[in-house]
């Protein structure tokens, strides 16, 4: 459905190619922004997140190196839009940090490109990644080709924080638009920033439901975060019944060994706690830095509580899906296993953040 003041062309919807489509975020949030668009194909090597996308979306993207697209191929498929989420590794902290000397980023590279060989080059741009990328020599490459080809962009830093969703995910955004296509913002074009104001009408407001699933397109400054425990999938309890899918609540709690050694380390919230740490890909492999702990038990004396005494859990993969806003619908397959499950939500992004993004995007001034 197109949302209010949203650009379309005629009568026609937009025809958007999703780029390193993973388990579907943006395709959620573009579902979310109301934007009047038709996914005319998805992309992604990762045989599992395709199996994920599969099931929710009933459409198996396209399973390869992108790198053997031509621009025949890609004119094909008379696609306007182009949505790209590349692959974060070459630009992580913790990582080597090779930018664009990464094999990893070589796909990126090459679809940029392709863009000036294109008969039917696309009219508007929207990349993901993570922050870091924005002083990458990646990032320079990008620009430079973008603004040859008459593209203007507008460039963002932004978190679930700022969107009322109690979860610390800095990530990078790039929107860009093709002249004579233009933002409703003008005088932003070319600028970094870190704050979500343009996005948004000076007196709407920001929604979240009790299941922690955006409810509305809005925003208002006053807007604080929501508490964890209305994200969580059967609350804080201990009790085994209270496990709404029947399954062991068993393998979610930190056995005591690893409590014992890495204790200090563990970044560990509690249900009225409004903020918690990323989740990355290793989550539930390792405990130390790799996302939050969920405290079950509520100490009177926070710091005077042992760790064994407050019940430490893992996020369950729902719990984590809330958090990154995805709607209640989504579900993995059955074969996929917990650790796979955690590690494709890792490498997944906000739809409470993204959503909005696509929605300013895709608006006419």
Not at 32 to 53: Q, R, S, T
Request: glycine letters at 4%; a neutral charge.
């Amino acid at each position: 459905m197109e949302g209010k003041g949203l650009s379309n062309e005629a009568s026609s919807s937009w025809r958007v190619l999703e780029f390193y489509s993973g388990i579907g975020g943006m395709r959620y949030s573009a579902m979310k922004a109301g934007v009047n668009a038709e996914m005319v194909e998805a992309f992604d090597i990762n045989d599992l997140a395709n199996d994920v996308y599969q099931h929710n979306f009933r459409h198996r993207p396209f399973q390869g190196n992108i790198q053997t697209l031509s621009a025949a191929d890609l004119d094909r498929y008379r696609a306007n839009v182009w949505l790209l989420s590349p692959p974060c590794q070459p630009y992580t902290r913790q990582g080597l940090q090779k930018q664009s000397a990464d094999a990893r980023a070589s796909s990126f590279i090459s679809i940029l490109e392709i863009i000036p060989q294109l008969m039917q080059p696309p009219v508007m741009l929207f990349v993901e990644n993570v922050v870091g990328f924005e002083t990458s020599d990646t990032h320079q490459k990008m620009i430079q080709i973008l603004t040859e080809n008459q593209f203007v962009t507008q460039e963002f830093i932004l978190s679930p924080l700022q969107f009322a969703v109690p979860y610390s995910r800095p990530r990078y955004f790039c929107l860009a638009k093709r002249k004579p296509s233009s933002f409703y913002n003008t005088d932003l074009n070319g600028q970094l920033l870190r704050v979500p104001e343009p996005l948004f009408g000076p007196k709407e407001t920001v929604s979240v439901s009790e299941n922690g699933q955006l409810a509305s397109m809005s925003y208002e400054m006053s807007q604080t975060c929501l508490p964890i425990e209305q994200f969580l999938e059967f609350g804080n309890y201990v009790n085994q019944n209270s496990f709404s899918n029947r399954g062991s609540l068993d393998q979610y709690f930190v056995p005591s060994s690893l409590t014992e050694r890495w204790g200090s380390a563990m970044d560990i919230v509690y249900p009225d706690s409004k903020r918690c740490c990323c989740f990355t890909k290793s989550y539930y492999r390792y405990v130390k830095g790799t996302g939050s702990l969920l405290a079950t038990i509520m100490p009177t004396i926070r710091d005077k509580t042992s760790l064994e005494e407050l019940c430490i859990r893992y996020f369950t993969p729902r719990e984590v899906s809330n958090l990154h806003s995805f709607p209640k619908e989504f579900e993995f397959p059955e074969h996929v296993t917990l650790r796979q499950r955690y590690a494709l939500l890792g490498n997944s992004l906000s739809v409470a953040v993204v959503a909005p993004l696509l929605r300013y995007l895709f608006s006419t001034p």
